[in-house]
């Protein structure tokens, strides 16, 4: 849709002022009827060459930024992930994170096998009772989602 010199040089006048797209998309529709999608006024602003205000970010925002705050650096028990889309073989699968932060696959077969698909180190063999939390988290999450 075309806009006259005048609406341009409005809606120029909008996005210097700060207004969001959102907003100057409202106030065509209600100043001047003319009903624009969001992608339409984005381009309509791209045409007209017209370049957003970058706004201003305080020092404390700044500084909240840079320095992000560390809650607990230990890993805490062990946590599971079901993967969207199974494996070739597998009823379903996911990861798990044990609570000393290895990371391994796992795969529930079409049989009802459970099955731990090796990390970076073969050897690896979690500890027994992180073994017992994974089956009873696992066996939770598999119930909720319905297997």
Request: charged fraction near 25%; glycine fraction near 6%; proline fraction near 6%.
């Amino acid at each position: 849709m075309d806009l006259s010199d005048s609406q341009q040089s409005t809606v120029s006048t909008w996005i210097a002022d700060g207004k969001s797209l959102a907003e100057v998309q409202r106030m065509l529709r209600e100043e001047f009827s003319i009903s624009m999608t969001y992608m339409d006024v984005r381009f309509l602003v791209d045409d007209l060459d017209i370049v957003f205000a970058e706004p201003e970010v305080s020092e404390d925002a700044d500084a909240a930024s840079e320095e992000p705050e560390v809650v607990d650096a230990q890993p805490a028990g062990v946590t599971i992930d079901v993967d969207a889309i199974p494996r070739p073989g597998a009823l379903v699968n996911g990861s798990v994170v044990f609570s000393d932060g290895v990371k391994l696959g796992w795969q529930l077969s079409s049989a009802g096998q459970l099955g731990l698909i090796p990390g970076d180190n073969p050897e690896y063999r979690p500890s027994p009772e992180d073994v017992q939390d994974f089956q009873a988290q696992l066996q939770a999450v598999l119930q909720q989602k319905g297997y």
